[in-house]
């Protein structure tokens, strides 16, 4: 029997520079897409930050005015049981209702500008691009 020889499978240099070229390409558009994709996430956090940082805000603000209406509340409950007849009963529960829609509108108006206020800034932070 006689043993045949195959020569050994060589890539031609040309065909390993392409491959080469392509492996290269390759990688510098994967390196690309992944600088591209961080700065995304990057700017993403950055206005869930801003958006967190505005309802925490409006979160208090709105905790604040609630505390204060139960107090005033309670202190007109305390003016109540002290009322000598029934017409100073209804002049303080007018009073007090009067009162509370004043302050009521005065505390919408607040809660309203501060959520202009934080969506504004949130429009600036998208606009200017992270880090801005």
């Not at 967190?52 to 005033?72: D, H, I, L, W």
């Not at 007090?96 to 302050?103: D, K, L, N, R």
């Not at 429009?123 to 801005?132: E, I, L």
């Amino acid at each position: 029997m006689i043993k045949g020889t195959t020569p050994p499978f060589e890539i031609p240099v040309e065909m390993r520079a392409v491959a080469e070229r392509s492996v290269e390409q390759a990688k510098l558009a994967f390196n690309n897409y992944m600088q591209a994709a961080q700065e995304a996430v990057s700017t993403f956090e950055e206005r869930v930050k801003a958006s967190q940082v505005g309802a925490q805000g409006m979160s208090k603000k709105a905790m604040n005015f609630a505390e204060r209406n139960v107090v005033s509340a309670f202190e007109f409950a305390q003016k109540v049981v002290q009322a000598k007849d029934i017409q100073e009963l209804v002049r303080m529960q007018t009073e007090f209702v009067q009162t509370q829609m004043q302050v009521l509108s005065e505390q919408i108006k607040d809660l309203g500008d501060t959520a202009t206020r934080t969506a504004m800034d949130s429009v600036k932070s998208a606009k200017n691009g992270p880090g801005a």
